[in-house]
Each structure stands twice: as structure tokens, then as C-alpha cells.
């Protein structure tokens, strides 16, 4: 479509990108369909097309974000379907990153807004502190019915109702150095230890580590590395997610020059999305450009990386299990019908909910800033799931898992748990003794 | 932007009132159904006819068809224009808005009411996408038949209003065809019913009258449309041609034979590699022309019709041909078709024409057509539905060229013309709106217009429905 830019504008490297990415756009409609929140909303404003038009019309015409323009775009989850929709391959994910940046960059947010957002920004992204604010949540608990009351307190509610009710059980996975291949050694890789998912469900990795070791591959989990940035990067705090993308950016290199590695492994796919996009965010910075897009080529999801060591066909479980896409992983990695070969090869029944290419409203903190799309969109994603009588829920992100959890009584699992105990370790706690 | 085509003046009487008239809809509307905020109305200025661009005055978007009505009592009272939208994916601007109108949008009538199997219709609201029909009875083996590329995202509202077309309609017929009966609301905020679950009614044919009718005889928020059974199997199979005349001489050929399969798509060669770099449907790249023909039905019977087309296609030195070998080929193939539009976004911007021709002058047109893309110096990407002869050559330009878009105009005017020279029309199934309008002179003589004229006054005197549409500004009954 038509753009109007000034050279002077064009000169700025966000705005140059996001004029090209603008250009593919022919406006043919198609990426209503598929957004949550159009379907949910019903307001072309709470759309992708939608979106973009105000993002170009505020970059045109070089004006600082207004309260209009940042109710939609803080409404877009980043969900990334419109994307997998758009015909013309628009790269909407980097233009709502801009528009995220420009709207940090020139709004003040009302105060309340602004200081959850800053506590979700000081707390989740670092283990120690999100698992002393858990504590404290679960003595808040009982204040979120009467916070959710209150229109601009309605985070805070949302929080304490998504902490989990009994604390982690302690975990090996994220101690530091390498654990060790117990088979003939076919591999050596990093694994991301990340930032919330050790706390809220540790079980992940521990999974991740067992099913790697006895499968001959060397895991790594270095010194040093910590949240990807995701978290901050969806808020428009580029700095910051920067620093956080630097820093494992170095990790990692350190252990590429180290002894080598075969892939970056990572089990949330949210974390996945970003640190594929490492390349793309510091193309900017000449001592991390080339770094970063080494590290982004690295970085495989762990289903991706299990295909990739022929894992032998077992004899038909009876268990059916509802596999539930990420958006991260379907839409911002586009990896859909691995996962699920996965647990078919090793004997699950896997079942398709209907309308799959909808979020299950998580978002990272989209439930806490969107509480009530995000319940729509939960309840949505719930009743789609259950529709298929499935005895457990499979997913690749600790968000979905957290989010969908709080919605339904059948267990919901990470992918890798569920290929963990196929293929030789112990049985997930979740699932049902029978 | 383009500028070639004039909207009308805006009623200075309603720009007056605006702050009035907002206050109004206000009153008359939940606040979440309104938008009015001039920042938040530059989303809707204009559709998937993108080269034109009008900021409305204020967007409504009602759950009910109460609601509706009392948009529309409200507006006739005070003679503002009334523009409707559904998913705004018109290819010729059908739901460009106004500076003195009113964007009806009917986004949020979004529920499919009843399904009647015993009866094969369903009800919908009139903002039911098109594709989710066919999802939601296609459990228990029925499904909507007409299926316009964008069916993804149009809506059954939008259907209507344009008489919406798409590849399955060589063999089910167009919108019209399958639509038994709405609800409307007329332009005083009346409501009243047309048709039903039957397939005529007593009376004049006023169904037939409001489908294609582009949003100006009134505001259709419900309808009842047929559901058929889906067939036994389909396969969409791919024939590779030399050149584009062979195929469309083919085309012909096969319809002259008596044979109908379900559809019978063209792509030439730009149109392939576009489709093949978003779908990966393996379509051959080697070719001159691609024939997608889809037969249904028994194993029996598909492998008759396809082997009757097969030997007519040998006839016209058929190059490849390829049966899809999977249900997830098949889709794939469909995919890409169906995303020629968006995909040739990749490579430019477009507007796409939509004239139809007789099956015979297919190969002519085709020619002609390149003839003046060639005179005009600009490229174009042609694929379309070749068994009803409903053209849509795709004119690439750049949009940021103020000169190249108006050479991409004027070259698409002419290609019209063509159509309508060469015993054909203005449009197969996208609409006039205000794309073709000043074409229509074109295809029909002052009387003929006159009477179609004379019918939009009948349900709208003071012309406030989608007022800058359809019919030229000049020679209008009204001011």
C-alpha cells in the first residue's frame, strides 16, 4: 500500500524497515479472520489491519503515541496468526515491535499502568525475585476478588489468580555446568534455563535434561544466562530486552567457542520466538550483529531437535492427548505438525482442537495487562479442548500450560514430559495414576 | 492517492452537525459502538480498494438488528448517508465511506442462528464470514457453495451486496443462487423479510433485486441460504499450457462439450510464480498456463469427466497434467489460488479488474489484454474463474508512483471496456462500486440506467445508501 514518508524519516532505521514492511501490505482483509481479538471484539480497530493503519498513520505522519492508538496495539497479543494468515507476507511482528518501542518511547502511561507494568518488569524476568513474589501472592490471595473490582487494579487480581497454588519441588535442571550424555554421546547442546519457567514448573526441563542424557547428548547449562527478553521486548523496552539478549548472546557464544554446539535448546516457545529473532534485534550493533544471528541459527526448539535423533516407534499408548499449538510455536516458528508426529511415533492418540490457530489468551503478561480478553479467549481455547474428551493437554509453552490450567481440571503437560516418560523416565505427577 | 474518481460533495448540512450527531448516536448506541475519535476512524477510510480513501464521519457497529433500525430511522431522519461494511475486503470500493457518511459495520453480527438440515438452509447474521458456513455444517457433510477468494474473511452481508462470486460457481451458481431469503432494514428503519426456506415466493422477485444491489436498497442483517450436500470426493487437478491462448481455447472447448466441473480456474505465468511463492503448491513453474479444473462426485464419475477433459485438453497440446495425489495437496492448491490477490502484494501493489466475457473470446481478450498492459508499460498478473469467463487480470504498479497508478487506471479501463466490446460486462462478481461506476455508461444506454435508477429511488428517494456507488454522478434523479 501507499506510504508517505520523508527521506529525513526513512533515514531512521526502525521507521526504513517498517516502511518496507508497510509496502507489502495490500489491505485485502484476510488477517481479520484469524486474530482472537477481531473475532472476539468485533472492531476492525482490534485488528490486525486495523493496527496496522494506526501504526502507519502515526509513524506518517512522525506523532508520539495517544491513548487510542495504545488501547489497540496494547490489546494485540502478538499472537503472530495473522502472520501465519497474510498472504503477502507482511512482517507484522516487527512493525507492533516498533509501534511497542515508539508508544514507550513517547506515552506516559496513567500512573497505576505504569507501575505494574515496572513491577512485572523488575520481577519476572529474574527467578529469585518471581519466586519470592509467589509467597507473597499466595498471601494475597484472598485480596483479588476486591482488586479485580477496581478497573485499574484489575492486573493485580489477574496475577494473584494465575500464581500457582503449591510452590515448585526442587530441581536439578538449573544447576550449573553440564549434565551429562548417559548413552553413547551423539551430541553436545545448550538449554535455556530462562526466567519464570523454573519456577513455576521446573518439571520441564528436568524432563528435558533426563529424555537429552539418555539419548546421548551432552546439555550445557551455562553460567551467566537468564531471561531471553521476551517479556521486556513485548512492552516496548528495547533497551532492556536488548541487554537481556546480549547477555546470553555471550553465554552462548562463550560455550560455541568452548566445545561447540549443536543447537541452543529451548522448552518454552515463547523464549523461542524472541531468541530466533536475536539476529534481527541487535542487527543494528556491529559487535553483536554477527554473534546474535549465529545464536539465532542455533536456537531450536526442543521438538525440533528431537526429530532430528530419529526416536524409534513404540506400541500404541491408550492415551489420548489434546495438543494445543502455542502461538509462539505454530505462528512465530511456524513448527506444527512436529510436535505432534512426535507424540504420535512414540504411541499417543493426539487430537486437534477446532479453531487451533487462536490463542489461548496467555500472550506472556497478557493475562495479567488483558485480563479480560484473556479470559474470553481462555474460556474459548477451554471449551475447543474438552470437545475432544482428551485425557491430558500437550503444549511447548510454559504460558499456555499456566494459563489453560487455571481453566480446565484435565492435566496439561509440557510436549517433552509427556516423550520423557515414553521413552523410559518416570510418569508425569499430573497425570492420573490408573 | 488516485484522485480519477469523484466521491460527492459532503452535505454541508450534515458536516454542520456532526458534534449533534454524534451526541445522537451517543444516545442511541451502547459507547462501545461507536467510534468517532478522528484517529480511530482512519482504519476505516477505505477497503481492499485501497488507491481510494475517504475518512467517514463516525462507525457504528451494532449487535442487533434493533440496533440497525435505529441507525437508520436516525440517519433517514436527518438525511445522512449510510455507508454498510462487512469484513471491507471490496475489491471496488463498495465500502469506501464518505466525509458526511456513517460506517455501518455489521463485524459483530457474527452468530449463525439456526441450521435446518430437513429444509438444507441455514440462517445467519449478515456478518458471518462466508467460510465459517461451510466450517460449522461441514461436520455433518453439508456446505455453502459459493466461495469468493477472500471467503476467509468476507462476509455473507458482503455476498449479497455484490452478489459475490468465486470458483465453485461454475457448477453451483453465484450468491443469488443460494440465498433463499433476508432480513433487511430499510432506509427508514423499517424491517422487513424477503424469501424464506422455500425456493420462490408469491409477488415480485424482490430477493433477486437486493442481492447484487450494493448496500442501496437497504441494510440486509440476517439470511437464510442453501446448504448443500458435499460430494463424495473432489479433485483438483493441474493442466500446464504452452501459451495462455491454448488454455483459454481449452476452457472453451471443455464448457462447449457439455462438460461442467465444479471450477475451472486460469493462472498464467507471473500469477504462478506469485501463488507458488506463499502456497508451495507445487505448481508447475515450467508453464505458459495453468488450468486448475476441480471435478466431484463418485471415483466413477470423476474419473469420466476427467478423462473427457484430459482428451480435449490433448487437443490443445496439454504440456503437463498432474491429479493431486492428497487431501492436503488439494488444500494447499486451493490455498494458493485463493491468496493470489494478497500474494501478488509480494511483488507489487495491484488493482484487480473483474470483467467477464463470453467463454469464446477468452483467448481475444486475453491477448488484447496484454496488448494494452504492454502499450501502457506496466505488467500484469492474470488468474481468474476461466469457466464462467469471469476475468481478473491483476495490473501491477507502484503506489507510491502518483503516474504509475494512473496509468494502472486508465489501463484497467480499457480492459473493461474490452470486456463489455467483446459481449461481456463490467463485473463478474466484485461489484461496481466506485471502481466501475463511471464505466457504466459503458455497458448500458441512458433508459436502461434510468430504469435501474428509478428501482434504487423506489427504496431510497433521497439516495443516502451508500450514495457515491454504483451509478455515475452525472444524470442522477437526485442532486
Redesign the interface.
Known amino acids: 500500500m501507499q506510504t508517505s514518508f520523508t527521506p529525513e524519516q526513512l533515514a531512521d532505521p526502525h521507521v526504513a524497515e517498517s516502511e518496507k514492511i508497510l509496502r507489502r501490505c495490500v489491505h485485502c482483509g484476510f488477517c481479520t479472520a484469524t486474530c482472537p481479538t477481531y473475532v472476539t471484539l468485533g472492531n476492525e480497530l482490534d485488528s490486525p489491519r486495523g493496527r496496522i493503519y494506526l501504526i502507519k498513520d502515526m509513524l506518517e505522519n512522525g506523532r508520539p503515541a495517544d491513548q487510542e492508538v495504545v488501547t489497540h496495539i496494547d490489546r494485540c497479543l502478538s499472537c503472530l496468526a495473522c502472520v501465519t494468515t497474510c498472504p503477502s507476507g507482511v512482517d507484522y511482528m516487527h512493525l507492533v515491535d516498533h509501534a511497542r518501542i515508539h508508544i514507550e518511547n513517547t506515552y506516559r502511561r496513567p500512573l497505576i499502568d505504569r507501575l505494574i507494568r515496572n513491577l512485572l518488569a523488575a520481577v519476572l524476568p529474574y527467578p529469585q525475585r518471581f519466586r519470592a513474589a509467589l509467597i507473597l501472592a499466595k498471601l494475597g490471595r484472598p485480596l483479588a476478588p476486591m482488586l479485580k473490582r477496581v478497573s485499574a487494579l484489575k492486573p493485580l487480581g489477574a496475577m494473584l489468580d494465575l500464581a500457582p497454588k503449591a510452590a515448585a519441588k526442587a530441581s536439578d535442571a538449573t544447576r550449573r555446568g553440564t549434565h551429562p550424555a548417559q548413552a553413547e554421546k551423539r551430541g553436545r547442546v545448550a538449554i535455556l534455563s530462562g526466567c519464570a519457567q523454573p519456577v513455576l514448573d521446573p518439571g520441564i526441563n528436568d524432563a528435558t535434561l533426563r529424555l537429552l542424557a539418555r539419548l546421548g547428548i551432552d546439555v550445557v547449562v551455562p553460567e551467566g544466562e537468564g531471561c531471553c527478553g521476551a517479556l521486556v521486548h513485548h512492552m516496548g523496552r528495547e533497551n532492556e530486552a536488548l541487554d537481556f539478549a546480549r547477555r546470553n548472546v555471550d553465554v552462548w557464544t562463550r560455550e560455541i567457542d568452548r566445545g561447540g554446539l549443536d543447537a541452543i535448546i529451548i522448552t518454552a516457545s515463547g523464549c523461542g520466538t524472541t531468541i530466533k529473532d536475536y539476529g534481527h534485534m541487535l542487527r543494528l550493533d556491529p559487535a553483536y550483529a554477527e554473534k546474535a544471528a549465529r545464536v539465532s541459527a542455533l536456537a531450536k526448539d526442543i521438538t525440533e531437535y528431537l526429530a532430528t535423533l530419529d526416536l524409534p516407534k513404540l506400541e500404541p499408548k491408550r492415551l489420548n492427548v489434546a495438543y494445543h499449538s502455542a502461538c509462539s510455536m505454530q505462528h512465530g516458528q511456524k513448527i506444527t505438525a512436529l510436535p505432534k508426529n512426535l507424540l504420535k511415533v512414540a504411541g499417543f492418540t493426539v487430537r486437534d482442537p477446532a479453531e487451533g490457530h487462536l490463542c489461548c489468551g496467555s500472550a506472556g503478561t497478557y493475562n495479567i495487562l488483558q485480563s479480560e480478553i484473556s479470559a474470553q479467549l481462555k474460556a474459548r481455547k477451554v471449551r475447543n479442548i474438552e470437545a475432544t474428551k482428551p485425557d491430558v493437554i500437550a503444549t511447548g509453552n510454559i504460558g499456555c500450560i499456566t494459563q489453560i490450567a487455571t481453566g480446565t481440571e484435565i492435566p496439561i503437560l509440557h510436549t517433552v514430559e509427556l516423550l520423557d516418560w515414553a521413552y523410559g523416565g518416570p510418569k508425569p505427577e499430573k497425570l492420573p495414576t490408573k | ?1 488516485s484522485e480519477a474518481i469523484r466521491f460527492l460533495p459532503p452535505r454541508p448540512a450534515v458536516l454542520s452537525r456532526r458534534a449533534a450527531i454524534i451526541a445522537d448516536l451517543t444516545d442511541l448506541l451502547p459507547a ?1 459502538c461507536l ?1 468517532h ?1 478522528p ?2 476512524l ?3 477510510e ?3 480498494f ?2 481510494y480513501r475517504r475518512l467517514p464521519l463516525a462507525v457504528v ?1 451494532p449487535r442487533t438488528t434493533a440496533q440497525v433500525a435505529a441507525v437508520m430511522r436516525y440517519c433517514h431522519r436527518y438525511g445522512i448517508p449510510v455507508v454498510p461494511r462487512g ?3 471490496s475489491l471496488s470500493g463498495g465500502a469506501i465511506p464518505q466525509e458526511d457518511a456513517v460506517v455501518l ?1 455489521l ?2 453480527m ?1 452468530r449463525i442462528l439456526e441450521v435446518d438440515y430437513a429444509n438444507r438452509t441455514a440462517i445467519v447474521q449478515a ?1 458471518v ?1 462466508n ?1 465459517s458456513i461451510s466450517e460449522t455444517v461441514g461436520v455433518d457433510g453439508f456446505f455453502y457453495a459459493p466461495d469468493p477468494s ?1 471467503q ?3 462476509t455473507i452481508g458482503g455476498n449479497i451486496g455484490m452478489n459475490s462470486g468465486g470458483a465453485h460457481c461454475l457448477k453451483y451458481g453465484v450468491t443469488t443462487n443460494n440465498l433463499l431469503g433476508v432480513k433487511m432494514v430499510l432506509v427508514d428503519g423499517t424491517v422487513i423479510e424477503l424469501g424464506g426456506k422455500h425456493l420462490d415466493a408469491a409477488g415480485y422477485d424482490l430477493l433477486g433485486l437486493v442481492c447484487g444491489s450494493e448496500g442501496q436498497l437497504g441494510i440486509v442483517t440476517e439470511a437464510a441460504v442453501r446448504l448443500i450436500a458435499k460430494p463424495e470426493g473432489a479433485r483438483p487437478v493441474l493442466f500446464g499450457f504452452e501459451t495462455s491462448e491454448a488454455a483459454g481455447a481449452c476452457v472453451a472447448d471443455i464448457i462447449g462439450a457439455g462438460i461442467i466441473p465444479v471450477a475451472i480456474e486460469f493462472m498464467d505465468k507471473p500469477a504462478i510464480e506469485i501463488c507458488e511463492a ?1 502456497a508451495q503448491a507445487g505448481y508447475p513453474l515450467d508453464v505458459g498456463a495453468l488450468l486448475i479444473v476441480e471435478v466431484e462426485g463418485s471415483e466413477a464419475e470423476m474419473d469420466t469427466m476427467l478423462a473427457g477433459i484430459v482428451e480435449i485438453a490433448r487437443r490443445h497440446d496439454v504440456k503437463t497434467v498432474r491429479e493431486c495425489q492428497s487431501a492436503m495437496e488439494a488444500a494447499l492448491i486451493w490455498k494458493g489460488r485463493k ?8 511483488i507489487a ?2 488493482i484487480c479488474m473483474d470483467g467477464t466475457v463470453p467463454l469464446g473470446k477468452l483467448s481475444y481478450v486475453l491477448n488484447k489484454t496484454s496488448e494494452i498492459i504492454e502499450r501502457f508499460g506496466l505488467r500484469v498478473a492474470n488468474v481468474f474463474h476461466a469457466g464462467d469467463g469471469n476475468m481478473h487480470p491483476l495490473i501491477l504498479f507502484n ?2 508512483d502518483p503516474e504509475d ?1 494512473a496509468r494502472a487506471e486508465e489501463a484497467g479501463n480499457e480492459i473493461l471496456k474490452l470486456c463489455v466490446d467483446a459481449g461481456g460486462c463490467l463485473t463478474g462478481e466484485h461489484g461496481v462500486g466506485i471502481e466501475k461506476r463511471d464505466l457504466m455508461r459503458h455497458q448500458y444506454s441512458d433508459a436502461e440506467l434510468a430504469q435501474q435508477m428509478a428501482v434504487r429511488s423506489a427504496f431510497d428517494e433521497d439516495w443516502i445508501l451508500n450514495p457515491s456507488k454504483v451509478f455515475p454522478l452525472e444524470g442522477r434523479p437526485v442532486a
Open positions: 492517492m462501545d467510534v475519535e484517529r480511530e482512519v482504519p476505516f477505505t477497503d481492499a485501497i488507491s457497529l469484513a471491507g475486503t459495520g463485524s459483530r457474527s456478518g464470514t467460510l477472500s476467509l474473511a468476507c506463499f491468496s493470489a490477490f494478497g500474494a501478488t502484494g509480494r501493489d495491484y503506489a507510491n497508478a
